[in-house]
């Protein structure tokens, strides 16, 4: 089972993504927070495999949250909790350590698929998010000069880094990749670590966001 802790102020809120994460039957939420404060001090205790976080909470917001979290429990995976009026906080979350952005009002699927992906060590960004926050980072001018800087990057790479590149895009774990092209995991993990040094960039989620700039997702 993979166990959760669940923060948001809107208790509504949590009784919907409990309630989806709890009818996938391998997923467990083991503890909630109604703020961010407390979602730090029960992360602490209960040490869970994902920490699913509300970006806008009182006390302690998500993002500072999600830092605090990764700093005190490395062993837990970080998502946030968006939505479509919250772009500019993303480029704080990634440099804050979270993998995972899953939309609040997306498909249920995504959502499950999101924190089954960010549990394995994958990262997750729901379709939905990822392009709204490509196209949010400036005008169509400067996405397309994001696109095409993004497609020469990726041209750098071998052919299996560039197929690896679109698994990570696609939110596989590492287990996920090797079992998909049939390669032991160690090789997957230094694929990974390959592909993440020639793009320059820290962690899985900001190789996704090339991956999408660059179009390997929309295969």
């Known amino acids: 089972m993979i166990r959760v802790l669940l923060a948001d102020d809107e208790a509504m809120v949590r009784a919907g993504v409990r309630a989806i994460l709890g009818s996938s039957g391998e997923t467990e939420v083991v503890a909630e927070a109604g703020d961010g404060r407390e979602a730090v001090e029960l992360a602490r205790a209960h040490r869970p495999d994902v920490a699913l976080l509300d970006i806008r909470m009182p006390r302690l917001d998500g993002l500072a949250a999600a830092e605090e979290i990764v700093r005190v429990v490395p062993g837990t995976a970080v998502a946030m909790l ?3 009026s919250e772009q500019a906080y993303v480029a704080r979350a990634l ?4 993998i995972g952005f899953l939309l ?11 924190v089954r992906a ?3 060590g994958g990262a997750f960004l729901s379709p939905k998010v990822a392009r709204y926050v490509i196209e949010g980072l400036g005008g169509s001018a400067g996405r397309l000069g994001r696109e095409a800087a993004a497609r020469a990057r990726v041209q750098e790479l071998s052919p ?3 197929e690896v590149l679109g698994l990570v895009g696609a939110g596989l774990s590492n287990p996920e990749i090797a079992a998909r092209l049939h390669l032991v995991e160690g090789t997957v ?12 960039v820290r962690n899985r989620v900001q190789a996704a966001i090339v991956a999408y700039e660059a179009g390997l997702m929309e295969s």
């Open 104 to 114: 609040k009002s997306g498909d249920p699927y995504e959502l499950i698929a999101g």
């Open 118 to 120: 960010v549990a394995g």
């Open 95 to 98: 440099g804050g350590g979270a």
């Open 82 to 84: 968006t939505t479509f």
């Open 160 to 162: 299996r880094e560039r």
């Open 189 to 200: 993990k230094a694929y990974v670590s390959a592909v993440l040094d020639r793009l320059g």
